[in-house]
């Protein structure tokens, strides 16, 4: 069913539970009572420093981040919420190389467990390019409740595709 493609891996069973919820219109209450407010989290720089005190925290021996930005042109629809991105340029006969993180500008409005869960993935990339045991471990090291979030990460994708979002600001 496509209005659950967030939800491909898990079991029929949760499909169940989370279609159920759907058809009672409960999917967004359900969200808004495990969290039911957004992070004040609104520019680049404030950004950047969340990220950092997060990598200083997890990862302080691992490569400096020259850039954390919300980028308007990441995808929800394209499965992605954030990007890591090692750049490398050659300067004269020096390689100057820079880790890069952008985070959808769609996650400007959500809780801020959700927004920590996905700056804790891209964090992750610093050490572990692939998404393998290793990096799932360093992403649970990170932040425990890092699977629980992601289910509910999806929960909101699935709620945003019915156009039911629990934290889109009120019409005027």
Do not use: W
Request: proline residues 5%; contains cysteine; glycine residues 2%.
């Amino acid at each position: 069913m496509s209005s659950l493609k967030y939800l491909n891996g898990y079991s029929t069973d949760i499909h169940r539970q989370v279609l159920q919820h759907i058809e009672a219109g409960t999917l967004p209450t359900l969200l808004l009572r495990r969290h039911p407010n957004v992070h004040e989290i609104r520019s680049d720089k404030a950004l950047y420093g969340y990220t950092q005190t997060l990598k200083n925290r997890y990862l302080r021996q691992s490569s400096p981040l020259s850039k954390v930005i919300f980028d308007d042109k990441i995808s929800i629809s394209h499965h992605a919420l954030g990007l890591h991105s090692y750049v490398a340029r050659i300067q004269g006969h020096k390689i100057k190389a820079k880790n890069e993180i952008r985070i959808s500008s769609r996650l400007k409005r959500v809780p801020e467990p959700l927004l920590r869960m996905v700056v804790v993935h891209e964090l992750a990339h610093l050490k572990e390019k692939e998404h393998n045991k290793a990096f799932y471990q360093l992403c649970t090291y990170m932040e425990p409740d890092y699977h629980q979030l992601e289910f509910e990460l999806r929960l909101l994708l699935t709620c945003i595709d019915l156009q039911q979002s629990p934290y889109e600001p009120e019409a005027s």
